[in-house]
């Protein structure tokens, strides 16, 4: 009932908080009786925990009462550090609208960094780390689970939270990267194979496997290098792009 404002005492040179009912005729009687009775209990009580009431009347049809104020955390603040032990990747939009906080048991939630709120909750069972955005387009990627258990990757269009693909795997995604152009993505999942699919077909055009798998830690860090290096580069009209990579050359796009 009512909002409340930090607003500053001019007579004795301090701020306050305020709080106050809308301006009649919005303002029905008993929320005005509820208001008052609110001072009035608040104002009989002295306890570290609550805070002081300074004063109730009324300005300009709009009833208030003054309190001190406590300065505390803001709604984005206190919504990161509630989740904040169970974070377990972070990814910022290149263009800086958008941040996308992934947290255990399973959840990805997505941010609007100018406006600072919550735009979306999102499902992200599996692999706790696999999180990244494009650099252009601001398309967001993420390891998950469909509810049978199956292992995908889900891309979002963050601009207008529309889901665009989801891409199946036969085990757990570990790491994902775009490339430069948003067009392309690759994936590592915990068999150490890498894919690199073309996003607007949902196809794989190269496929790596890493010899080994999830079990091969030699095997798993090499990959994830792979992935943080660019592997998904740009392909286009049937050229041949190599790429080396640790250990690894093998022609991006080669036999199309």
Known sequence: MGVVYRARQISLKRIVAVKMLPVHPFAAPEQEERLHLEAETAGGLNHPNIVTIYEFGEHAGQFYFAMEYVEGQSEEQFTLARSSNHVTALAYSADGKWLAVRRQPGTVTLWDAVAKRVVAELPGAGWPKALAFSA???????????DTGAPIVVVLAANVQKEIARLPHSTGVVAVAFASDATVLATLSQDGEVKVWQLASRQVVA?????????????????????????????????????????WRWPIGAGR
């Open 136 to 146: 252009r387009e601001d398309l967001l990627a993420w390891g998950s689970q469909e």
């Open 207 to 247: 496929s790596l496997p890493t010899a080994g798998g999830s079990s091969d830690s030699t095997t798993s860090l090499r990959g994830r290098r792979a992935i943080g290096a660019g592997v998904a580069s740009k392909m286009s009209g049937g050229r041949n792009f190599p790429q080396t990579v640790g250990h």
